[in-house]
């Protein structure tokens, strides 16, 4: 079984600072997806970055880039240049590669940006 | 492109009552999930369908959960009846198989209140 660990419940960071949100993951498995969903206050979750195992290169989106240490099981999100709106839940998810499987999510980590 | 529905959006029931959440996915896209989100913990899958069947329904509560998606599009989701520990938000997302990402669209859930 596939395990996803946040062990940040609730961070803060001022407008226009950089935050780092930690994930680890447990798996036997060699070929999966790991993905960071950030789901903001009474709204729908949205996919914000995505990571294929396979690739040594980290995935960046914007402001939002991974640090993906594949050997340690890390998958660690940075938000640089923090907005008012990266206000959120942020979950790490892990997905197996093979076919549709459904996504195994960490507890999250709620992200609070003040200005 | 339209999002994944879902409604209600919101519903207060009494335990021992019965309910029943629908979901429409994104047209075209072949797999539909069910996930419970308990506060303050990360989504966990009840059921995945692969156009009207079930792939994974393993964490169902099958003696008070029932799930289908009778043409392969629309989904419901029903629980008689209700406990108290059943009050989470309910969300249902969906994805296209022939997208070797899987990437998984998220409805804006149902928050069910068992009192």
């Known amino acids: 079984a596939q395990t996803v660990t946040q062990s940040q419940p609730e961070m803060s960071v001022q407008e226009a600072e950089t935050v780092t949100l930690s994930c680890t993951y447990d798996?036997?498995?060699?070929?999966?997806?790991l993905f960071w969903y950030k789901q903001p206050p009474s709204r729908q979750m949205i996919l914000v970055i995505r990571q294929e195992a396979y690739k040594q290169q980290n995935a960046t989106e914007n402001r939002f880039s991974v640090n993906f240490q594949k050997a340690a099981k890390s998958f660690s999100l940075k938000i640089s240049d923090s907005q008012l709106g990266d206000t959120a839940m942020y979950f790490c998810a892990f997905r197996l590669s093979n076919s549709g499987y459904a996504l195994n999510f960490g507890k999250g980590t709620s992200l609070l940006v003040t200005p | 492109e339209a999002g994944v529905a879902q409604s209600p959006r919101y519903k207060i029931i009494e335990k021992r009552q019965s309910v029943a959440f629908w979901c429409n996915p994104i047209s075209g896209h072949a797999t539909l999930y069910w996930y419970q989100q308990i506060l303050g913990q990360g989504p966990k899958l009840l059921i995945q369908?692969?156009?009207?069947?079930?792939?994974?329904d393993s964490q169902l509560p099958k003696d008070r959960f029932s799930a289908e998606r009778l043409k392969g599009v629309d989904s419901t989701l029903k629980i008689q009846p209700a406990k108290l520990e059943d009050s989470a938000v309910y969300l249902c997302?969906?994805?296209?198989?022939?997208?070797?990402?899987?990437?998984?669209?998220f409805g804006p859930g149902t928050r069910l209140t068992v009192t």
């Open positions: 369908f692969q156009n009207n069947g079930v792939v994974d």
């Open positions: 997302a969906s994805s296209n198989p022939r997208l070797l990402s899987y990437e998984q669209y």
């Open positions: 798996t036997s498995e060699s070929n999966y997806y």
